[in-house]
């Protein structure tokens, strides 16, 4: 009696592992799915896919259009300052010399500003050679293309700018160093792109061709601390793009003190990209 007590206990035991490894798989499966479903929301939410966007760094980041803007106050800046990006192993010395380009947060093909109040005044800059290695770059337009780059000849500075109202305080945002760049082909995707300049009509681009690639760096200015790279892995590819004549006044206020400007045309469009070293 003991003996079939046993057996019928054993033959039970083997039951319920089934039943409970037939619920494991359940489970694991049923969660599979639901894992594939949340990621598939995420994606319809966002209006992007993986292979639209590289990752969420260049999601969350603005485009900028530049526009030619001559400073019609105020002589040259002539500021030394020391410069140190990725590229580089100690800081080097450049003079920011004069405003050249306003760049405006722009909406690219209705997908949005992430930050309206952040803007850039763009410095030209007098420095030794300091040609870095090509890079690989990737964004919307293009993934793991080799650029060429040259010297540094533009200083990214965040800024303020209105048309109307006195500019405030600049916002927070990275410092960037733009090298002149060479790119295989150009972008030969039609683009809307519109700021707060096109006076709400969209410009739309045809082609778009590398001219500089920006870096973020820190900045050391006299008597002032040591600037922080903000965020690390935003670069910007700037593409030349068809000109939009307009005739605007604009005020601007970066650290180095406020301007006033005139707007003449868009030349440039900035596009958020990441980097690797070729």
């Known amino acids: 009696m003991l003996k079939v007590h046993l057996h019928h206990l054993a033959i039970l035991g083997g039951l319920l592992a089934c039943a409970c490894s037939a619920e494991n798989t359940a489970n694991a499966s049923r969660t599979a799915t639901d894992t594939a479903t949340t990621s598939t929301m995420a994606t319809a939410s966002t209006g992007t896919t993986k292979s639209d966007v590289p990752n969420d760094t260049l999601a969350r980041a ?3 259009k530049f526009w030619r803007a001559n400073a019609h106050s105020g002589p040259p800046l002539g500021m ?5 990006g990725q590229f ?9 010399d004069q405003i050249q380009y306003v760049g405006n947060p ?3 093909k209705n997908e949005g500003i992430p930050d309206l109040k952040l803007h850039y005044v763009v410095y030209t800059i007098k420095t030794e050679s300091q040609t870095p290695p ?3 770059v990737t964004n919307q337009f293009v993934t793991r293309e080799r650029w060429q780059l040259h010297d540094p000849k533009w200083l990214l500075v965040p800024a303020d700018v209105q048309q109307v109202d006195m500019p405030g305080i600049p916002p927070k945002g990275n410092h960037y160093v733009c090298y002149a760049a060479t790119a295989p082909t150009p972008v030969t995707q039609q683009v809307s792109v519109v700021d707060a300049f096109d006076q709400n009509k969209p410009e739309v681009l045809q082609s778009l061709e590398a ?4 870096v973020p760096v820190e900045k050391t200015r006299p008597n002032h601390d040591t600037e922080r790279i903000v965020d690390a892995e935003t ?10 004549k307009h005739r605007i006044p604009a005020r601007s206020n970066d650290q180095f003190g406020p301007r006033n400007l005139d707007v003449d045309h868009s030349e440039f469009l ?4 990441l980097k690797h070293i070729d």
């Open 270 to 273: 900035a596009v958020p990209s």
């Open 106 to 108: 722009a909406d690219k």
């Open 235 to 244: 670069h910007l590819a700037v593409y030349a793009i068809e000109n939009r």
């Open 88 to 96: 580089d192993k100690q800081p080097w010395k450049a003079t920011v």
């Open 62 to 64: 603005d485009h900028f």
């Open 134 to 136: 090509p890079v690989l």
């Open 80 to 84: 030394t300052v020391f410069l140190k």
């Open 211 to 214: 001219r500089y690639f920006c």
